[in-house]
């Protein structure tokens, strides 16, 4: 059993930054991790997507890409994401989710992902 439990959410302006973190203390062996988000009226969608055993495979939704950085600490048992120049249209709770089995190609196919933590709200302000 995966428990995940997110960290890190709070409110900036515009061009600001945060440092999102989820704990993941059961078993993400080999597994897909990602971050997700979900604005209100807006259906859930992927943001950034990494391989648990090799860091460098990572995949980034378009709007993200040069701004955010996903990582993971496998010491600590923690994924990360590190946020930059955050915009508005980033408001949203963010949820850590693990991908069950092997992870063949990094996914942000929210459908893929079973393991969910209650989210950390991120509000970006004009």
């Known amino acids: 059993q995966v428990q995940l439990e997110e960290s890190g959410g709070g409110s900036v302006q515009a061009g600001g930054s945060l440092r999102l973190s989820c704990i993941a203390p059961?078993?993400?062996?080999?597994?897909?991790m990602g971050w997700f988000r979900q604005a209100p009226g807006k259906q859930r969608e992927g943001v950034a997507s990494?391989?648990?055993?090799?860091?460098?495979?990572?995949r980034y939704a378009d709007d993200v890409k040069g701004r955010f950085t996903i990582d993971k600490d496998n010491a600590k048992n923690t994924l990360y994401l590190e946020m930059n120049s955050l915009r508005p249209e980033d408001t949203a709770m963010y949820y850590c989710a693990v991908k069950p089995g092997i992870c063949w190609i990094p996914s942000l196919v929210v459908s893929e992902y079973s393991h969910w933590g209650q989210g950390t709200q991120v509000t970006v302000s004009s």
């Open positions: 990494i391989d648990s055993e090799s860091p460098g495979r990572i």
């Open positions: 059961g078993s993400t062996y080999r597994s897909c």
